[in-house]
């Protein structure tokens, strides 16, 4: 190959990373020297650590179909998570967790006092994905650990989930937007890498979306949005059936909405049954224990 050809190649995965993620990727600051091939042949070579992450195509939501007939189609059989030594994605769910730690990508990293990459199993059949942290999450470093996680692990005991055995629980963001705004845009944007290299490692067999934040970060909504208008129905993300429902805070604000989050829970239980139908297992398992 010739030396132009490699710097075109280049310039054109550049554009196409800083574009498509919304920030420039740390491996291409610098341009290679490049050298015209001695004879023709292919070089395989492999990317490095940080590469792997942003050349990762990003996983789209697929199409709205209003029909609640649409369910019927998620019923489809979803491959076994892999295991760790696999390394999906070019990393393990620990090194994911450690560029997350390290990243520096908007402007929330100045006020953080600790990342919340995320919390739970690595093979979960569920994964929940909220807004961002809040005051408790930034101190600690978990996930929901304030008064709406209380709240959210009990709305998940009620249908045999559990974030120490069944389950992983994420953020849209990983750090705490200041006075527990929503995350901006941008710095959803800037995330987005780092939650569909969760959703690739972990394959959960279906997704908890709670709150519009998430909603609207992850199905690529704009403008104010209705969470009545998305609740009792099953969307697919990369195959993965997915069923959102309120956020645990909106539930302590507003009681009247917990009789339609238990309906939304019922119905996230009998799709995720169909999906994995020995999901509760290992929960009755841990219980009797």
Known sequence: ????????????????????????????????????????????????????????????????????????????????APSQEKKPHGLTLQELEAKIRSCTNCELCRGRTNVVPGQGVTNPSVLVIGEGPGEEEDKQGLPFVGPAGQLLDKMLAAIQLDRHINCYIANTVKCRPPYNRDPKPEEAVACRAFLDAQIHIL?????????KVALRNIMSLEGEISLRRYRGRVYTYSGIPMIVTYHPSALLRNADYKKLAWEDLKFFKLKLLEADPHYADKFSGAIQK
């Open 1 to 80: 190959m010739k030396t132009s050809d490699k710097l075109l190649i280049f310039n054109l995965l550049k554009a196409a990373g800083d574009n498509f993620y919304g920030y420039s990727d740390p491996s291409f600051l610098q341009v290679p020297e490049f050298h015209d091939d001695p004879e023709p042949k292919i070089i395989k070579t492999e990317p490095n650590e940080d590469t792997k992450i942003q050349s990762q195509p990003q996983i789209q939501a697929e199409a709205i179909n209003p029909s609640p007939s649409l369910s019927e189609s998620n019923n489809q059989k979803e491959e076994s």
């Open 203 to 211: 394959k959960p067999k279906m997704i908890l979306l709670v709150g």
